[in-house]
């Protein structure tokens, strides 16, 4: 039989000794480990040994690497001054949007750790409400508020993953973009251009103006948003 669950959020609650260390000190530790080398490297071991103490006294304070890292999202999720909703949701969303695409690339970590279970913490809950009213500017229907939150979060999402991407592609292979760009040009050539079976593709490369990440994050986002009022207004 599985031990019965119980929220971190509960157990932080309830009034405590004091202990050598805070929880913040042991978050921040952890954080400083995952920005710097991903959550792979991100062990109780490690962390007990960086903020100094046993990892027996570490258990004290959270039980296991799943509690530690929804820990972590909350405190990166209240790094940001949030301010309230002006009325205008097109605007607001876009500052959501903004913010949310911000605490992912500073955390490239924070990407893949946003499950389909929301955080209960004190900072992310407090972020979904405003983002909740945000989208409550469009629509008074809370579940439309939801749906059209949603779409935003996951064009985010997407945009951040992609750009994420890319510079791990820089990482791993040690080349820029436009180094990789001119390692793989003569394949390029013989294949896309000369053969002229990809006529599209040749256009794109020769005539296409190649848009920043913040460019086509904002475009992209545009579009969300624009495809959003049409709906509400259905």
Request: hydrophobic fraction near 45%; aromatic fraction near 6%; proline fraction near 4%.
């Amino acid at each position: 039989m599985a031990p019965p669950f119980t929220l971190v959020w509960t157990r932080l609650a309830e009034p405590r000794r004091r202990q050598a260390l805070s929880v913040e000190q042991i978050v921040t530790v952890a954080i400083r480990i995952a920005d710097a080398e991903g959550t792979p490297a991100l062990t109780m071991r490690r962390v007990a040994t960086e903020a100094g103490t046993g990892t027996t006294s570490l258990y004290r304070y959270v039980t296991n690497k799943d509690e530690l890292l929804e820990l972590m999202v909350d405190a990166v999720q209240g790094e940001d001054e949030l301010r309230d909703p002006s009325g205008d949701w097109k605007a607001d969303l876009t500052v959501v949007a903004d913010g949310m695409r911000a605490s992912m690339l500073r955390h490239p970590w924070l990407a893949t750790e946003l499950r389909s279970r929301p955080s209960l913490g004190p900072n992310a809950l407090r972020r979904s409400d405003l983002a909740l009213a945000a989208a409550s500017g469009a629509t008074d229907d809370i579940t439309l508020a939801s749906a059209l939150l949603g779409a935003v979060a996951n064009y985010v999402h997407g945009a951040v993953l992609a750009e994420l991407s890319e510079r791990e592609d820089v990482r791993s292979t040690g080349m820029t973009q436009d180094e990789w760009r001119n390692a793989v040009s003569p394949y390029v050539r013989e294949v896309i251009i000369d053969s002229g079976k990809y006529p599209l593709v040749a256009r794109r490369i020769f005539d296409a103006e190649d848009l920043s990440h913040d460019q086509q994050f904002a475009f992209g986002l545009n579009c969300v948003l624009a495809g959003i009022e049409k709906s509400v207004a259905r």
